[in-house]
């Protein structure tokens, strides 16, 4: 993400995941070593409104060097087409979500799973969550929703205990607009 204020760079999270000035970091398997991204700039949590989104500074932007892409796993598909390994799947733009499409969720413990948009505009909000079949665990939120090489969401939680069935996800084009960044494209 780059802002359109700016031109900072910026990871998108989710808002749950850390307050304005929280630190986040890196493992670098290379080196076993953690590594500083940086502080959570801006945050919108579900606690106080009906979004999940936030972007954290990259203080060393040359050393984090951003990509235009998604590193997705081999998944299964929840009623929809798996995906297949690609660590470089390239990001051309972003999307807006309709009930039945394909989206997919690369998250840090589930890795990746597809699914159908069941339904947008979760509880009511215009614009806000949009409820999917993928599969997901605790630990996910912040992942990234794409499909056809777009950028769709940002996972954010789940509508019930189930595992698969009931993922929610911010969307990416009002998470952007609100948080005054844009996604980076291939």
Known sequence: MQS???SKWYVMTAGHCGPQGREFWAYQPSNASFHLIGQVHNAIDPGTSDDDMAIITINNV?????KPWVYVKNGAGQGVPGSTENQMYPITGTSGNAVDSRVCMSGGVTGTSC?????????????????????????????????????????????????CGSALYQGIVEAAAKLHVRVVTA
């Open 62 to 66: 040359r050393g984090w060097d951003p």
């Open 115 to 163: 699914g159908k948009v069941l339904g947008v505009n979760f509880g009511g909000v215009i614009g806000g969550k949009a409820l999917a079949s993928y599969c997901r665990h605790g630990g996910d939120s912040g992942a990234a929703v794409f499909d056809g090489n777009k950028a769709k969401g940002i996972h954010s939680g789940t509508a019930s205990d189930a595992t």
């Open 4 to 6: 359109t204020v700016d």
